[in-house]
């Protein structure tokens, strides 16, 4: 019997970035790649958390990750960061451009990023744009480099059903609730539909350099939302339920993985239905 199906997903050897490694994707993410054989950088905003993440994950599943505390925004420390990558390991395969700011309506700035449209504040509007289309700018481009000198790459841009489709803001509304007060907020669609098009602009570009560029896009994964929001998005999704949590972890291992060899500027969107009706 041949073994091209194991061997189309293997990725011994290969090196891995995944930025955002340490949040709730990225350590699932940080597992698959550990069990395909990748060595994976565990990249996050804090370095502690990350080094930890990245610790637990070779903790349950073996192999070689790294914790990295890096800010996307900020180009100098990217650089860096993909500098000592390539010196210590001679490669760079792989890159997820995974960190995003997701507002979370119970976080600090919960009031102010479940803000109205019209009167959503203008310096996180900008901090999105920073994080989730910058930072994935700044990755690309050094990260990039790198592929086009060894012909041969994968890049991953994380999107988000939002990004394909506009937030159904009925999902955000209480139960009771006069006038709706929680809404998704504008500029994470807008930076999510912007990841997809540099999927395209960048497999376009770098078609003859032998670096394939594609698209995940997740529907909402179940992470203890209240009742209410999970009976609205099960009833409003074809399969009838959110994401479990490791439910992307098989279309990001095709997409970074020679399974996926002759797919380049794509959309894998993995939402249960949600934006197929
Ligand atoms: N969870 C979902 O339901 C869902 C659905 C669709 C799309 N997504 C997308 O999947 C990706 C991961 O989502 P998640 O649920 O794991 O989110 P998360 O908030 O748990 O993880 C995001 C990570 O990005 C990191 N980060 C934020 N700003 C950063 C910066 N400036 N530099 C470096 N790292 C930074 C955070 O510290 C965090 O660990 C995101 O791009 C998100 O938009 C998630």
């Keep these: 019997m041949s073994n091209e199906v194991p061997a189309m997903f293997d990725l011994t050897g290969r090196v891995a970035i995944l930025t955002g490694g340490a949040g709730l994707l990225g350590r699932q993410y940080t597992r698959t790649l550990l069990e395909a054989g990748a060595r994976v950088v565990v990249a996050d905003v804090n370095a502690e958390i990350a080094c930890s993440a990245a610790q637990a994950a070779t903790a349950e599943v073996g192999g070689e990750a790294i914790g990295w505390g890096i800010d996307v925004r900020r180009k100098a420390e990217v650089e860096k960061m993909v500098t000592d990558v390539h010196e210590r390991y001679q490669r760079v395969d792989i890159l997820i451009n995974n960190a995003a700011i997701d507002p979370k309506f ?110 995940l896009t997740p529907g909402g994964v179940y992470n203890s939302q209240d009742d209410d929001f999970v009976t609205k998005y099960a009833a409003r999704t074809p399969l009838g339920r959110m994401a479990r949590q490791n439910e992307m972890n098989g279309a990001m291992l095709f997409l970074v993985s020679d399974a996926s060899s002759y797919m380049t500027g794509s959309n894998l969107v993995v939402d249960g239905g949600w934006t197929a009706w």
């Design 106 to 215: 119970d976080a600090g700035t919960a009031a102010r990023q479940a803000n109205t449209f019209e009167d959503y504040p203008l310096d996180l509007w900008q901090e999105s744009l920073d994080v989730n289309l910058t930072g994935a700018f700044l990755c690309s481009q050094s990260v990039g480099k790198i592929m086009v000198a060894q012909q041969r790459g994968a890049i991953v841009n994380i999107c988000s059903t939002y990004g394909v489709v506009a937030p159904d803001q009925r999902l955000y509304q209480r139960p009771g609730e006069a006038e709706q007060k929680l809404f998704k907020p504008a500029p994470y669609s807008v930076t999510k539909a912007g990841i997809a098009h540099l999927t395209r602009y960048l497999a376009a570009y770098w078609g003859d350099k032998g670096i394939r560029v594609n698209t």
